[in-house]
């Protein structure tokens, strides 16, 4: 079943830092507020919007062990499965992944940089397949990420408020206006005796537009921010073989 959007943070609560205050810019967070209940909607149905979306197209990079990896395909949040072409100063792959196992091919990107189709089984014996472990790499944490933006139901918006859910500013992509929220930094509820919050106290941050559509997100591994960014088009669906479930 799906995870909450504050639960979403402990798969990298093992190498997150929270002392950073600095943006992904350099600048510093302009004052942080509490979501208005109208805010704690739109950011409740965040997720549920790319379930329904089925795959969304998405590109990021990350450190890993000192390589920048650059990060190119879908993910689809209806078979929770993801689908990239990985490129940097190595010989380029693809990257394909589940909740529970990562697999990596040698491959070329096609011509508009994403991961060749059809997609790959687990079980192709070119695909180098491991555990996916959040704890232990930065490109794990960034796909566990990645794939718990969605779930099959929205986040409840009264507890998004009680866990101290912020709104940050306001924002546009491609000349769209969007909201940027930092999620809860757990699930507890706070009360008078809470520590207060600012716009670094969450690792996650998330861009919403006007429709409840997700367009962007950053999640703060070890000592940097990672940004992923989504696109409005709708993405390729990705389905396993027959018989193979994720």
């Known amino acids: 079943m799906s995870r909450t959007l504050t639960a979403l943070l402990a798969v990298v609560l093992s190498i997150a830092l929270t002392g950073c205050t600095a943006q992904p810019d350099g600048s510093h967070p302009a004052a942080a507020r509490p979501v208005t209940s109208e805010e704690a909607q739109l950011l409740a149905?965040?997720?549920?919007?790319?379930?329904?979306?089925?795959?969304?197209?998405?590109?990021?990079?990350?450190?890993?062990?000192?390589?920048?990896?650059?990060?190119?395909?879908?993910?689809?949040?209806?078979?929770?499965?993801?689908?990239?072409?990985?490129?940097?100063?190595?010989?380029?792959?693809?990257?394909?992944?589940?909740?529970?196992?990562?697999?990596?091919?040698?491959?070329?990107?096609?011509?508009?940089?994403?991961?060749?189709?059809?997609?790959?089984?687990?079980?192709?014996?070119?695909?180098s397949l491991d555990a996916l472990d959040p704890s232990s790499s930065r490109l794990d944490a960034l796909l566990s990420i990645i794939s718990g933006l969605g779930s099959d139901r929205p986040d409840n918006p009264l507890l998004l408020q009680q866990a101290g859910a912020l709104w940050l500013r306001a924002d546009k992509i491609n000349g769209s206006p969007v909201s940027v929220f930092a999620a809860p930094p757990n699930d507890s509820p706070r009360d008078a005796s809470s520590p207060p919050l600012n716009a670094d106290t969450s690792s996650l941050r998330l861009w919403v537009d006007t429709h409840g559509l997700l367009r962007r997100a950053e999640t703060r591994i070890g000592n940097d921010w990672t940004t992923i960014n989504f696109s409005e088009k709708p993405g390729q669906a990705l389905a396993l073989p027959a018989g193979v479930t994720p």
């Open 45 to 127: 149905i965040a997720r549920f919007n790319n379930f329904d979306a089925g795959s969304r197209p998405f590109t990021t990079r990350v450190q890993e062990r000192g390589v920048e990896l650059h990060l190119q395909g879908w993910v689809d949040y209806t078979t929770q499965l993801g689908y990239a072409a990985t490129t940097g100063a190595f010989a380029a792959q693809a990257l394909l992944w589940t909740n529970s196992e990562v697999g990596i091919i040698s491959q070329e990107p096609d011509a508009a940089g994403d991961p060749v189709l059809p997609m790959p089984s687990l079980t192709d014996p070119a695909v």
